[in-house]
T-cell receptor
């Protein structure tokens, strides 16, 4: 069964701290690993994504670290801000003509304390 | 720039009733998807479509039907509503290429009582 396991379920970080969310996958056919951010009452929005040919991708304060041999990837949020308080989902898929069928993790609710 | 629009935003149904959740996108995306989101469970794929006239089942299709007659619209049909279908439903479009992410609507919150 295609699964993506995400931890922790919830996370509280002080303003300026580093938030780290971890995910592990089973299906070695996955070749696209996005992270989505979701605010209450809104749909998920793409935050950052990585392909398995690189081990790290950074966009501003957000970094994905990818370990292909361990089948794990993680999101690091540097200098966390109260505005980052949201639910974060990791996901994985196999890109191709049959569609981009994302398998999502169960989500991490992040609260950044001022 | 509307993106993905879902209607209605909220709905309460009685057991056994039927309804259609509407989804429209204005980005000319071929790929469209329906997900359901339950507390602590992430999002699960219900159905998806790779183009007008082509649909296929996702992970949790039972109790739902879809159609895709045009590129823009991808409605989701519940024929006999059951309490287990109480959820938040998200429509998305895009994806299938690495530089084209899936864009999500803001969801339909559905309660079956």
């Amino acid at each position: 069964q295609q699964q993506v396991k995400q931890s922790p379920q919830s996370l509280i970080v002080q303003k300026g701290g580093i938030s780290i969310i971890n995910c592990a996958y089973e299906n070695t056919a996955f070749d696209y690993f996005p992270w989505y951010q979701q605010f209450p009452g809104k749909g998920p929005a793409l935050l950052i994504a990585i392909r398995p040919d690189v081990s790290e991708k950074k966009e501003g304060r957000f970094t994905i670290s990818f370990n292909k041999s361990a089948k794990q990837f993680s999101l690091h949020i540097m200098d966390s801000q109260p505005g980052d308080s949201a639910t974060y989902f990791c996901a994985a898929s196999s890109l191709g003509g049959s569609g981009d069928k994302l398998t999502f993790g169960t989500g991490t609710r992040l609260a950044v304390r001022p | 720039n509307a993106g993905v629009t879902q209607t209605p935003k909220f709905r309460i149904l009685k057991i056994g009733q039927s309804m259609t959740l509407q989804c429209a996108q204005d980005m000319n995306h071929n790929y469209m998807y329906w997900y359901r989101q339950d507390p602590g469970m992430g999002l699960k794929l219900i159905y998806y479509s790779v183009g007008a006239g082509i649909t296929d089942k996702g992970e949790v299709p039972n109790g739902y039907n879809v159609s895709r007659s045009t590129t823009e619209y991808f409605p989701l049909r519940l024929e006999l509503a059951a309490p287990s279908q109480t959820s938040v439903y998200f429509c998305a479009s895009g994806g299938a290429v690495s530089n084209q992410p899936q864009h999500f609507g803001d969801g339909t919150r559905l309660s079956i009582l």
